[in-house]
Each structure stands twice: as structure tokens, then as C-alpha cells.
């Protein structure tokens, strides 16, 4: 199947602001982006840069900082890159209608290895066992996506933080860290500025 054909096949992109459909070339450096969408249900999509489109989650309750938090992360469509910079309001009745907010993002690097070699993120994807180092502006270090359900119609896979330095059990950035990472805003002044 082509690259975002259900990304282009679920919207009408003449009535959503949301970006074009475009496979961008790899960088040097991957990004990471977890956008805030109050959408009929609220969730954090979880996004990361692997081959040159942007490989999606939705997380209902958000990332944990806390490495005994298993959160649920359901694969979603694959994004276009330039959606990590995407911020304001899909028209109610749009795909997806609601307030987006880029809650987060960053550079993040694999470091998934298996026999003492690094596990090329495509193959991790397939395997269902990410293992990535975050470098973001609230989230940093290590995080697992794990599929937890193979050859079944659901793609579950649950988002973990790793133990490392940057694990913090107290710390709940979802709730108290709750404006844009890019543009300091929160979801109210986001929705009025359209
Ligand atoms: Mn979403």
C-alpha cells in the first residue's frame, strides 16, 4: 500500500487545515512529536519519524514519566512529516474534529539492540518491540512501545518509560505540564485564536 493512502483517503483536505500528503527524505536526525487531541474522545497521538513519514499511536491517558505505568497506545495511520508542526482546530465533522496541540516534541534515537546490534527501526515496527531514547522539551529517555496482540484486528501495543535517569514516579507532566511545547499556549487559547 502506498505511503498515507489512508491518511489522504480519510480527509477532505480542502476543509481541514491539516498538512498535505508528502513522504519526506530521511534526515540525519529523527523527530518525535505528541500532539494533544481533543477530539469526541481526548488522547495524545504519539508519533515517530521512521522512513520518512511519521508512524502514529493514540495514547487515551497520555505518556507516564513513571516506568510502572503501562499505557495503551493503538496504532493509528501513518502521518506526513510536515504534521509534527500542525497545531489548531480540524473542522468539527472532519476526520479527527477537534483541538490539536503539540504537547511535545524532539529528537529521538533507537536503541533497540538485539545480539549487540542495533535493530533498525522498520524491523522494530515489524517485531512489535521499539525501544527509543527521547529528547524532548517535558519528555526524556528511554521509552518501549510493545505490541501486545499479533495477527488479530487490533494493533495495541502499550507505551512504557524505560528505567533510566529520567524515570521520575512522582513527576505527571500530562497534568501539570498541559501547554503547547511549541507555542505555550493551552488548549483554551488555541481554540480562540481560530
Ligand atoms: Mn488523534
Not at 513519514?53 to 491517558?61: F, T, Y
Amino acid at each position: 500500500m502506498p505511503k498515507l493512502k489512508k491518511y489522504v483517503e480519510r480527509r477532505d483536505l480542502s476543509k481541514s487545515k491539516e498538512p498535505k500528503a508528502v513522504v519526506k527524505l530521511k534526515g540525519s536526525k529523527q523527530i518525535f512529536v505528541i500532539q494533544k487531541h481533543e477530539a469526541s474522545h481526548l488522547h495524545y497521538d504519539f508519533r515517530l519519524e521512521i522512513d520518512g513519514v511519521l508512524v502514529s499511536w493514540a495514547v487515551p491517558k497520555g505518556p507516564s514519566t513513571n516506568p510502572a505505568d503501562k499505557r495503551l497506545a493503538v496504532r493509528t495511520d501513518d502521518h506526513p512529516m510536515d504534521y509534527a508542526k500542525f497545531e489548531g482546530i480540524i473542522p468539527e465533522g472532519n476526520y479527527g474534529g477537534g483541538t490539536v496541540m503539540v504537547w511535545d516534541y524532539g529528537i529521538y534515537k533507537n536503541i533497540k539492540v538485539k545480539d549487540g546490534k542495533l535493530v533498525p527501526m522498520k524491523q522494530c515496527l515489524k517485531n512489535g518491540q521499539i525501544e527509543v531514547w527521547l529528547d524532548g522539551h517535558k519528555l526524556k529517555g528511554g521509552y518501549a512501545l510493545i505490541k501486545t496482540k499479533f495477527g488479530s484486528s487490533g494493533d495495541n501495543w502499550l507505551l512504557v518509560k524505560m528505567r533510566d535517569d529520567e524515570a521520575d514516579a512522582r513527576r505527571n507532566p500530562v497534568s501539570t505540564q498541559n501547554k503547547s511545547a511549541l507555542t505555550d499556549r493551552t488548549m483554551t487559547e488555541i481554540k480562540k485564536a481560530q
